[in-house]
């Protein structure tokens, strides 16, 4: 005899904020979802460099009513990983960390989730299904030889490994100037990369006088307007905007250049997607896509715009999505 399916009434793709939200979102609607990631839960913050503290003030970036205690006016990342570890155990949230979603197809009314954990393939079923899972996993690739090196990384981790070493960090945002600031702070010799002749207007008020005053005393070193051609085990290419040629040393590189949804995962799942912007086809009241049963919650509903939704405005989302008299539908879809 054939082993029974598991049937879910709802599954939530994505254990970050947005994820955990829409979770307690279906509980206190009638609905006790399934929670899984391919990383451990917040794994986006847990990816966050050591010690970070949060632009936000604690209150935006509560669920479920739940309040954020922290020691400064401004939670840490240390601080952020242990108060959503609490919301899921006081909410008694289900979890399967680890488990990443590779596919979706329809068998009758139920929506066939394909999941690859450490175990290897595996299967459940479930009536309906919340993508909740962000855009960190996916960064923004340059496509140039040498990129996949060992010593090079699209993530900061902590300025204190960088101590003593030629660095290069490629990119011109927020998270490339804040990584550049604290590794020279921390005794790291340090050049930044950017396409750009100018920094975007966009860099935090507090960054970019900061950044500034560091070049101008020739404790950060820049090359503005300059495309990456290449990277070696010792050194990153580049090459100006006259057409000149140039090696920086680079004993570790990190490659901020941003990152994005996984759009060939909703493809496959046959979500329609704007062509120009990304931006997937939702009912704007109830976030559900054009595939029958499924959802999609937080930054992934602005398609490339990853900048329009952050955790304070996309925690939100599971109340569209379970709340409104939809909580209780058992058979999946907008009640």
């Known amino acids: 005899m054939a082993a029974e399916r598991q049937v879910e009434d709802a599954v939530i793709a994505g254990a970050g904020p947005i994820g955990l939200a829409c979770a307690v979102s279906g509980k206190r609607h009638g609905v006790d979802p399934l929670v899984i990631d391919a990383g451990a839960v917040v794994n986006s913050i847990v990816h966050y460099p050591v010690g970070m503290t949060f632009f936000t003030t604690p209150d935006l970036l509560e669920i479920g009513g739940h309040p954020l205690s922290c020691a400064g006016q401004k939670p840490t990342r240390e601080e952020a990983l242990k108060y959503y570890r609490g919301v899921v155990r006081t909410e008694g949230l289900r979890i399967r960390p680890y488990t990443r979603l590779t596919g979706v197809t329809r068998?009758?009314?139920?929506?066939?989730?394909?999941?690859?954990?450490?175990?290897?393939?595996?299967?459940?079923?479930?009536?309906?299904?919340?993508?909740?899972?962000?855009?960190?996993?996916?960064?923004?690739?340059?496509?140039?030889?040498?990129?996949?090196?060992?010593?090079?990384?699209?993530?900061?981790?902590?300025?204190?490994?960088?101590?003593?070493?030629?660095?290069?960090?490629?990119?011109?945002?927020?998270?490339?100037?804040?990584?550049?600031?604290?590794?020279?702070?921390?005794?790291?010799r340090v050049t930044l990369v950017y396409r750009r002749k100018e920094l975007k207007p966009t860099v935090k008020y507090w960054l970019k006088p900061d950044f500034e005053n560091r070049l101008k005393a020739g404790e950060i070193a820049a090359?503005?307007?300059?495309?990456?051609?290449?990277?070696?085990?010792?050194?990153?290419?580049?090459?100006?905007?006259?057409?000149?040629?140039?090696?920086?040393?680079?004993?570790?590189?990190y490659a901020l250049t941003g990152y994005h949804p996984d759009f060939d995962l909703f493809r496959r799942i046959g979500i329609r997607l704007d062509e120009e912007t990304g931006r997937p086809r939702c009912d704007p009241a109830t976030l559900e896509t054009n595939v029958p049963g499924v959802f999609m919650a937080g930054s992934i509903t602005a398609g490339r715009a990853t900048a329009e939704v952050f955790i304070e405005n996309g925690r939100f989302d599971g109340e569209r999505i379970f709340g409104a008299g939809h909580g209780r539908n058992p058979r999946g879809g907008a009640a």
């Open 107 to 188: 068998e009758g009314r139920l929506l066939r989730c394909e999941l690859e954990d450490r175990r290897g393939p595996g299967a459940l079923d479930c009536h309906r299904l919340v993508l909740a899972t962000g855009y960190y996993d996916h960064a923004n690739l340059l496509g140039v030889e040498g990129e996949q090196l060992p010593h090079v990384s699209h993530r900061f981790d902590e300025a204190h490994r960088s101590y003593g070493l030629d660095v290069v960090v490629i990119g011109g945002k927020n998270s490339a100037i804040e990584a550049a600031l604290e590794l020279y702070r921390a005794g790291a």
């Open 223 to 253: 090359r503005l307007g300059a495309e990456v051609l290449r990277i070696d085990d010792s050194a990153v290419v580049i090459r100006d905007s006259e057409g000149r040629e140039e090696r920086l040393r680079a004993e570790r590189v």
